[in-house]
């Protein structure tokens, strides 16, 4: 009978723990609490009393399409190491009409996520937009993320929604970080593949902030030689560089206005004390705006991300 308790008493203690958890493993070879990493992210509860659940992800390639619905939040995915823990999927726009939203790689709608460490890569040939990363969710982080594709890499969307950037890599072709989001990028590298646009931001008119690059490393490849900052999606885009290293490969107007002289009069296209051989702006299109001393000023994390909630991305 002793020992009939004791068996009780200790899988009673051992389903308690399971179930209090706040660090789970995803693991392809089978030595973790998931092989899948939806596997892990479905096992979050909504509202999860357990507080921040942090998902571990050993080194691996994770072929799937990945979803984090609006009802997860509080989460956290690190990966192992960024070069080896790898989210790879291939869809691409023109495959049986799915269109761009649905070719997502990993499609993050939930607020207050945190990314660090990861690949995620849409590895599609070039046969149409195909996004790896396609986020809805406000209070989102990334850190010492790769995001691998070609064109619409990044869709940082939802009017409205922060989303914070730090050492991030990520590298595309066409209008490749593109949407509605305000989005502040951090140190990050932007790669460009071939000549084209680098965003295509679509902050709508009643949102003040878009896209903010500071300190960021523009980079491009050998062949490229007529690279744009950006062109609007929507009238009122806003898109900043500032603080950012702009290669000989940016062309001498910098930013398009997307076969719409309209879209010259409501653009908000800014830069400000950049270095490089792209960064001359004396050619630059006279509907872009070079900030003064001053004007820069009003552009800092606190003042772009902070909302009515005083977010701050360094606490999440």
């Given amino acids: 009978m002793k020992n009939i308790i004791l068996t009780c008493l200790l899988l009673f203690s051992t389903?308690?723990?399971?179930?209090e958890k706040t660090e789970i493993t995803v693991d392809r070879n089978g030595n973790g609490d998931f092989r899948n990493i939806q596997e892990a992210i479905n096992s979050v509860?909504?509202?999860?009393?357990?507080?921040?659940?942090?998902?571990?992800?050993?080194?691996?390639?994770y072929k799937e399409k990945l979803i984090i619905p609006p009802h997860i939040t509080n989460i956290r995915l690190?990966?192992?190491?960024?070069?080896k823990t790898v989210i790879n999927h291939d869809d691409h726009a023109n495959i049986n009409k799915m269109g761009t939203f649905k070719t997502y790689t990993f499609l993050l709608s939930g607020n207050d996520i945190t990314l660090e460490n990861l690949t995620i890569e849409n590895s599609s040939a070039e046969l149409g937009q195909a996004v790896a990363l396609h986020i809805e969710g406000d209070r989102v982080v990334l850190r010492n993320c790769r995001l691998i594709g070609h064109q619409d890499?990044?869709?940082?969307?939802?009017?409205?929604?922060?989303?914070?950037?730090?050492?991030?890599?990520?590298?595309?072709?066409?209008?490749?970080?593109f949407g509605p989001s305000t989005a502040w990028f951090e140190g990050c590298t932007i790669h460009c593949k071939k000549n084209?646009?680098?965003?295509?931001?679509?902050?709508?008119e009643n949102i003040k902030y878009g896209y903010i690059f500071?300190?960021?490393?523009?980079?491009?490849?050998?062949?490229v030689d007529a690279m744009y900052l950006g062109r609007p999606w929507r009238a009122y885009?806003?898109?900043l560089f500032m603080n950012c290293t702009l290669p000989k490969g940016i062309k001498a107007e910098g930013w398009d206005n997307w076969r719409n002289a309209?879209?010259?009069?409501?653009?908000?296209?800014?830069?400000?004390?950049?270095?490089g051989e792209g960064a001359n702006t004396s050619a630059r299109v006279k509907w872009a705006k070079i900030l003064s001393s001053g004007e820069a000023k009003e552009y800092t994390i606190a003042n772009v991300l902070s909302g009515c909630d005083n977010w701050n991305p360094s606490n999440q």
């Fill in 78 to 83: 690190i990966g192992e190491d960024k070069d």
């Fill in 196 to 204: 084209s646009y680098i965003t295509a931001a679509n902050t709508p």
């Fill in 153 to 177: 890499t990044l869709y940082a969307g939802r009017d409205g929604a922060r989303q914070y950037f730090e050492n991030c890599y990520i590298e595309g072709t066409t209008d490749f970080i």
């Fill in 262 to 275: 309209d879209n010259e009069k409501t653009a908000r296209y800014m830069e400000y004390n950049n270095k």
């Fill in 15 to 19: 389903g308690f723990y399971a179930q």
């Fill in 214 to 223: 500071n300190n960021c490393n523009i980079t491009v490849a050998k062949e």
């Fill in 237 to 239: 885009s806003m898109t």
């Fill in 45 to 61: 509860r909504t509202a999860d009393p357990r507080g921040i659940i942090t998902i571990f992800i050993k080194n691996g390639v």
